[in-house]
């Protein structure tokens, strides 16, 4: 303590904002010094409080609340939305689940039997631009369906709702792709590159992409799994089972790369839900 001054919370709380409107300490402390503190109560709540314009010493953000099933108790099966379905595999870093018993074979049917008409070469969201683009990485054909589009997507977007936990409004509409052999996904990242230019348009509806769900329609006869590369992870295309994945942050190191094998034999089908932060209006 210095005399009779003492650094009180108006002070603190004075050059806390300072701070963050990105005043150097120099410039706060001249502006001390002519408001009338001494040079060593300045020194002082300067150096406690001066780590904050670096980001040093701040508090990291608490954990965001991230989409997923509840697994508190080890379940062997969910119930959700009435339907009781499997959990597989888990991994935590990536996370990562694989469900069985997702949808019915009617289910699969009715999805694949309504997009089949509407098919066209798959489309990836250019992030130069916030376009759509052709993607050579990506040879399967896609369509998409608005949210509760018919009776069979609205059913299971409050299943997926219920097992995952996030609301139907922040999931994008559902995406169909069909692989014939020779057809791949290379391995990407779902959410978008915050350095692309075309970003921030992307994110105005609905924010970041926070998780994805990739369900499986139609298996193959050979090759199509779902793969993560960063942790040697290979999921087999089981028609009805899906894998989900997600990522609390637009980041490698969430480990969430992921790409689809090129099919060897026959055709694969999948439906993929994407679930962004916000509401996707
Ligand atoms: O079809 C797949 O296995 C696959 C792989 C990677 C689908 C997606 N990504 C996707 O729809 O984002
Ligand atoms: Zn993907």
């Excluded at 915050?194 to 006869?221: C, D, F, W």
Aim: with cysteine; glycine share 10%; aromatic share 8%.
């Amino acid at each position: 303590m210095s005399g009779a001054q003492a650094v009180s919370p108006e002070l603190r709380a004075w050059i806390v904002s300072q701070l963050a409107a990105g005043h150097s300490i120099p410039a706060l402390k001249t502006s001390m010094r002519d408001a009338g503190w001494h040079d060593d109560v300045a020194s002082a709540a300067l150096a406690e409080l001066g780590p904050l314009a670096t980001g040093a010493g701040v508090a990291p953000a608490p954990p965001r609340e991230m989409p997923g099933p509840d697994l508190s108790n080890a379940p062997l099966e969910i119930d959700a939305d009435g339907r009781k379905v499997q959990v597989l595999q888990t991994l935590q870093n990536p996370r990562v689940i694989v469900f069985g018993n997702l949808l019915s074979d009617d289910e699969c049917e009715g999805l694949i039997a309504a997009a089949r008409e509407r098919l066209a070469r798959s489309l990836t969201v250019e992030t130069k631009t916030g376009g759509e683009v052709l993607n050579i990485d990506r040879t399967s054909d896609g369509m998409f369906f608005e949210r509760g589009e018919n009776a069979i997507v609205a059913r299971l977007e409050s299943r997926l709702a219920a097992l995952l936990r996030w609301p139907i409004e922040f999931g994008e509409g559902l995406q169909i792709l069909r692989y014939s052999p020779g057809a791949q996904y290379r391995p990407h990242y779902d959410y978008f590159d915050p350095v692309e230019p075309g970003t921030p348009v992307i994110l105005k509806r609905g924010g970041q992409r926070v998780a994805t769900l990739v369900m499986y329609l139609q298996s193959p006869e050979q090759g199509g799994a779902t793969t993560f590369p960063d942790v040697g992870l290979e999921v087999g295309p089981v028609r009805g089972s899906g894998v989900f994945f997600s990522y609390d942050r637009p980041d490698p190191a969430t480990k969430t790369l992921h790409g689809g094998a090129p099919v060897l034999a026959g055709e694969k089908w999948v439906a993929t839900k994407w679930l962004r932060e916000r509401e996707f209006k």
